[in-house]
């Protein structure tokens, strides 16, 4: 039966967005089991086995509890905010490249990537950038002084430290040549990962993409300590967990980003060693296939450590206080994302790349 | 296809440029400015410029909209408190408003919109790569310039936000 490219591509989509709801799903699981580990807890064990169907059990619960919407709300835009949250996070997914090509029998060559842009990451850094609104919206048209706070400090957290993400990404930029994801993976599987060019670069990267996130140390939007719960004080039911659901979203998105730019996306050591024994042994399709495999499997790998690193870091570091955040973003990070343009351009004019 | 995105965008640009000015709430006014910028991104994708649509979107929607937000959230404006204007504001307002209407129907009356020339129109003329070129040999200058003027202003904000000897407070 024959299946035409753009078919197999349709699938591709469905299966990125199957993916990234279902790695956001464990998310909540693994979040729990980390800091359980960290605070030696046992965790969640009642629902399932090891308690795997814990997120199900949380998502019935959400699903049955009261829709609340408080007195003077802004009834659309209530609704609109946890939506747009949802939607903001989960278009990031579809640029990301998560695996080389796959060579079928009669010539059909499919990319496991969504959609392949030529100004990727780009698109990355517009749609985290709008994935403040949700916050904002919900935030104000809950009608609720706490709401309202944790909202405006999204919105100044969020547009601070855009600056000096953009900064490391244009050194990136500076030694890739392209703002193609894919084209910039490709460059890594040919030759060494971006970390070793761009190690102070991704300092900077992390840090902004725990503070775009709200992670802790950087959830101030939602410090409870202040703020009652921040942004979504007022939200319960369902609305509730599409805020908690993006959250965990993004901080897949954030992990398979940083992956892809500074830690070779799909590439792993020795895979053009493991090409060449293959291709003696077993032919040019089943060598490229099989490679292509191992390196979705060690990109996956690689995400998930970040993710448990965001964990990681969630349950070991306090929260920021506001006016450090806003100095550590504006004074520290965005000088030495300027100083790690001037190095780039120095090294590149000195000793090529 | 192209043609039916194109009347659909415009419909919904024009439709949300005119909420901008009509809402009543401030708030609403804004995002709806922001829906305007996504239907003008929308016709830069149908133009094949991709780089301008990302752009348009990651400048304006992404960073000025928040901050215009952000304002606007603080001064909490809404229907009942807003103060009534003197008649002189709302005279001055209108003759500000005619003459910009003025200047730009000046602007665009000899305008004339050609279509392209299919046999020599380039669809690959608004890709990254191709920009790149153009603003980097032919307006090498005033590009440069600009970045110098947009360094500044941040250095700058960065010079107010640092603490001064002897102002720390706790």
Known sequence: ?353 | MGTSLFYFLTFVALLSALGVVFAKNPIHSVLFLILTFFAISGHYLLLNAQFLAAVNIIVYAGAIMVLFLFVVMFLNLNAETEPNKPALAKITAAIAGGLLLFVLIAALRNVNPAGADLATFDSQIGMVNRLGLVLYQQYLLPFELASVLFLVAMVGSVMLGKRETGERNF
């Open chain 1, 1 to 353: 039966m024959e299946i035409p490219v753009l078919a197999w591509q349709g699938l591709v989509i469905l299966a990125v967005f199957g993916i990234t709801l279902l790695i956001a799903t464990y998310s909540t699981y693994a979040e729990r089991v980390v800091a359980a580990f960290l605070q030696d807890r046992v965790g969640p064990d009642r629902a399932g086995p090891y308690g795997l169907l814990q997120p199900l059990a949380d998502a019935v619960k959400l699903f049955t509890k009261e829709e609340f919407f408080p007195s003077g709300a802004n009834r659309w835009l209530f609704v609109f905010g946890p939506c747009l949250a949802m939607t903001t996070a989960l278009m990031a997914s579809a640029v990301i490249p998560f695996g080389n090509t796959l060579i079928f029998g009669n010539g059909t060559e499919i990319r496991l990537q969504a959609i392949e842009v030529n100004i990727g990451m780009l698109y990355v850094f517009g749609v985290v950038s709008l994935g403040v609104y949700g916050i904002m919206i919900g935030g104000w048209a809950s009608n609720n002084k706490f709401s309202l706070l944790g909202a405006v400090r999204a919105a100044a957290q969020a547009v601070s430290y855009e600056l000096a993400m953009g900064m490391a990404l244009v050194a990136l930029l500076m030694v890739t040549g392209t703002l193609s994801l894919r084209e910039i993976a490709l460059q890594q599987y040919n030759g060494l990962w971006n970390i070793v060019y761009q190690p102070l670069g991704f300092i900077i990267f992390i840090v902004c993409a725990f503070a775009e996130t709200n992670r802790t140390p950087f959830d101030l939007p939602e410090c409870e300590t202040e703020l009652v719960g921040g942004y979504h004080t007022e939200y319960s039911s369902m609305k509730m967990g599409l805020y908690l659901f993006a959250e965990y979203i993004n901080v897949f998105v954030a992990s398979a980003v940083m992956s892809t730019l500074y830690f070779g996306g799909f590439s792993f050591p020795g895979e053009h060693l493991l090409y060449d024994v293959l291709l003696k042994s077993q032919g040019e399709l089943f060598a490229h296939n099989t490679v292509t495999i191992l390196g979705t499997i060690t990109l996956f790998a690689k995400i998930f450590f970040f993710i448990f690193f965001f964990m990681w870091v969630r349950w070991t570091l306090p929260r920021f206080r506001y006016d450090q955040l806003m100095r550590l973003g504006w004074t520290m990070l965005f000088p030495i994302a300027i100083v790690n343009i001037l190095l780039t351009g120095a090294f590149i004019l000195f000793f090529g790349k």
